[in-house]
């Protein structure tokens, strides 16, 4: 057996995040009320702080949150824990159906939100292990550096500024983390290092603390205009309500209707055991930034409060029908390329132990923009479609629904993600063929590129296409 695959079998299979969950007040045990002000589905970071907006907003309406698991199962407990100003979509895509002017303006929104949401952090004295330490994007060949200055470039067309975004030298990028082969990087301020478990219990705490009430292992079967049905504990209910919210995010193609909204593609993380002294001197990283570098495929990763390093990504397939089960929560094969990832960006990892391994399913809309939608007719509100960029995004939408749900103004509520309705998948089996050519097509356009230092000018046209 390879080092690689010895070292990934003896990680356990569960996620390193969930060693920190705290045991939280939840009213699963007892009756489920007959009617509620607002019904939200799904307790991970979009229902907790629309919860959490409506009770500030409105301390007198009652809000009942409903998981058919438990706080932060999903994606909110597990994710790679950036908390990033980063839009699912590029400011160019955004631009050609709104203009110049609004890109401006979405960027802008996108990077005060991140603000915004550390200060009511600060304010709910929620102890997250939070970091403002910025993002470094690395490029590690001659492709990967073009695409960054195109990136910076791109940017810098939409309003950025050098306080925004820099490009940096390999000794620039250097100094600040030892990425092997890296020839230069793009360095933004504007991402921070959580950890993602801490936060969604933090915010679980601060809403019912604010009277939120909170009802785990109930699972909704469906809903509609002033109900919510559920099963607890194996008799089904109904809840009336006066508005229902859907946040369920990866898990919302176990909705029949919503199948085809969004796309619940896996992502997959690793974590090392606590780094010493000299691998840590081999490596710097001492300002907790959140890294990754300019390849097609995503990799991403973080130094933890504790000092190990967590290292996720992408690259497994897609599940016919949009099927989610917890078997796929782990994938050996793509945990040993994850692996296999960490020790080329960092050799002095190579005899470092893996202690956990574990993934799950983020919500991806057929054109990558997310969205945040109140319907006053029908009394229902939805929100999500991060694409993997939700950490910072859920503090967005969920108050956007919440101010939206309540008729109060704000300035976020102008811009296009409010109210945007988007394509929807395609019909199977043309869904499961396109997303899995796709990650096939990426992985070997990245290969290419590694191996060759030229762009796969044919195959990345085919991706643009895909996803215009």
Same mark, same amino acid.
């Given at each position: 057996?390879?080092?690689?695959?010895?070292?990934?079998?003896?990680?356990?299979?569960?996620?390193?995040?969930?060693?920190?969950?705290?045991?939280?007040? *939840?009213?699963?045990? @007892? %009756?489920?009320?007959?009617?509620?002000?607002?019904? =939200? =589905?799904?307790?991970?970071?979009?229902?907790?702080?629309?919860?959490?907006?409506?009770?500030?907003?409105?301390?007198?309406?009652?809000?009942?949150?409903?998981?058919?698991?438990?706080?932060?199962?999903?994606?909110?407990?597990?994710?790679?824990?950036?908390?990033?100003?980063?839009?699912?979509?590029?400011?160019?895509?955004?631009?050609?159906?709104?203009?110049?002017?609004?890109?401006?303006?979405?960027?802008?929104?996108?990077?005060?939100?991140?603000? $915004?949401?550390?200060?009511?952090?600060?304010?709910?004295?929620?102890?997250?292990?939070?970091?403002?330490?910025?993002?470094?994007?690395?490029?590690?060949?001659?492709?990967?550096?073009?695409?960054?200055?195109?990136?910076?470039?791109?940017?810098?067309?939409?309003?950025?500024?050098?306080?925004?975004?820099?490009?940096?030298?390999?000794?620039? *990028?250097? *100094?600040?983390?030892?990425?092997?082969?890296?020839?230069?990087?793009?360095?933004?301020?504007?991402?921070?290092?959580?950890?993602?478990?801490?936060?969604?219990?933090?915010?679980? @705490?601060?809403?019912?603390?604010?009277?939120?009430?909170?009802?785990?292992?109930?699972?909704?079967?469906?809903?509609?205009?002033?109900?919510?049905?559920?099963?607890?504990?194996?008799?089904?209910?109904?809840?009336?309500?006066?508005?229902?919210?859907?946040?369920?995010?990866?898990?919302?193609?176990?909705?029949?209707?919503?199948?085809?909204?969004?796309?619940?593609?896996?992502?997959?993380?690793?974590?090392?055991?606590?780094?010493? $002294?000299?691998?840590?001197?081999?490596?710097?990283?001492?300002?907790?930034?959140?890294?990754?570098?300019?390849?097609?495929?995503?990799?991403?990763?973080?130094?933890?409060?504790?000092?190990?390093?967590?290292?996720?990504?992408?690259?497994?397939?897609?599940?016919?029908?949009?099927?989610? @089960?917890?078997?796929? %929560?782990?994938? =050996?094969?793509?945990?040993?390329?994850?692996?296999?990832?960490?020790?080329?960006?960092?050799?002095?990892?190579?005899?470092?132990?893996?202690?956990?391994?574990?993934?799950?399913?983020?919500?991806?809309?057929?054109?990558?923009?997310?969205?945040?939608?109140?319907?006053?007719?029908?009394?229902?509100?939805?929100?999500?479609?991060?694409?993997?960029?939700?950490?910072?995004?859920?503090?967005?939408?969920?108050?956007?629904?919440?101010?939206?749900?309540?008729?109060?103004?704000?300035?976020?509520?102008?811009?296009?993600?409010?109210?945007?309705?988007?394509?929807?998948?395609?019909?199977?089996?043309?869904?499961?063929?396109?997303?899995?050519?796709?990650?096939?097509?990426?992985?070997?356009?990245?290969?290419?590129?590694?191996?060759?230092?030229?762009?796969?000018?044919?195959? *990345?046209?085919? =991706?643009?296409?895909?996803? $215009?």
């Amino acid at each position: 057996m390879s080092l690689v695959r010895a070292l990934t079998h003896a990680a356990e299979p569960k996620s390193l995040w969930a060693e920190a969950a705290r045991a939280l007040s *939840s009213s699963g045990h @007892k %009756d489920l009320p007959p009617r509620t002000g607002v019904a =939200i =589905i799904g307790a991970g970071y979009t229902g907790l702080w629309t919860a959490l907006y409506l009770k500030t907003l409105d301390p007198a309406i009652e809000v009942l949150v409903l998981d058919e698991h438990q706080v932060g199962h999903g994606a909110s407990g597990r994710n790679g824990g950036w908390c990033s100003a980063l839009l699912p979509t590029s400011l160019g895509n955004i631009a050609s159906t709104h203009g110049r002017q609004t890109a401006v303006n979405m960027r802008e929104e996108a990077i005060n939100n991140l603000y $915004e949401m550390k200060t009511t952090l600060e304010e709910l004295s929620i102890d997250c292990d939070y970091k403002l330490g910025g993002t470094l994007t690395v490029a590690r060949n001659d492709i990967q550096h073009r695409r960054l200055l195109e990136t910076h470039a791109e940017a810098v067309r939409y309003g950025a500024t050098a306080e925004d975004l820099s490009v940096c030298s390999e000794s620039l *990028s250097m *100094s600040r983390i030892h990425v092997n082969a890296a020839q230069a990087a793009l360095f933004t301020p504007h991402c921070a290092a959580l950890h993602p478990r801490k936060l969604v219990d933090g915010l679980a @705490k601060a809403c019912t603390n604010l009277g939120v009430s909170m009802h785990d292992r109930t699972k909704v079967d469906h809903f509609g205009t002033g109900t919510v049905h559920v099963t607890q504990h194996d008799q089904s209910s109904v809840i009336e309500c006066e508005w229902v919210v859907r946040a369920t995010e990866g898990y919302t193609a176990r909705f029949g209707d919503s199948r085809r909204e969004l796309l619940p593609l896996y992502s997959f993380m690793i974590a090392t055991e606590p780094l010493s $002294e000299e691998v840590w001197s081999d490596i710097g990283w001492e300002g907790r930034e959140t890294l990754n570098d300019a390849r097609n495929g995503v990799v991403y990763a973080q130094r933890t409060e504790d000092g190990r390093i967590v290292f996720g990504g992408r690259g497994a397939p897609y599940h016919f029908a949009s099927r989610i @089960k917890d078997d796929y %929560d782990v994938d =050996i094969q793509v945990h040993e390329s994850l692996v296999d990832s960490l020790h080329d960006f960092f050799p002095a990892t190579q005899d470092v132990s893996i202690t956990h391994r574990w993934g799950g399913p983020l919500g991806v809309p057929r054109d990558w923009r997310n969205f945040a939608r109140v319907d006053h007719e029908r009394r229902i509100a939805l929100g999500g479609g991060y694409s993997g960029d939700g950490v910072a995004l859920s503090h967005l939408t969920g108050r956007m629904l919440a101010y939206g749900i309540l008729r109060r103004d704000h300035a976020s509520l102008s811009l296009p993600w409010f109210g945007h309705v988007g394509p929807r998948w395609e019909v199977e089996p043309l869904r499961w063929l396109g997303v899995n050519s796709l990650r096939l097509l990426v992985e070997s356009i990245d290969a290419k590129e590694a191996r060759h230092n030229r762009s796969a000018h044919l195959r *990345s046209a085919v =991706i643009a296409k895909f996803l $215009e």
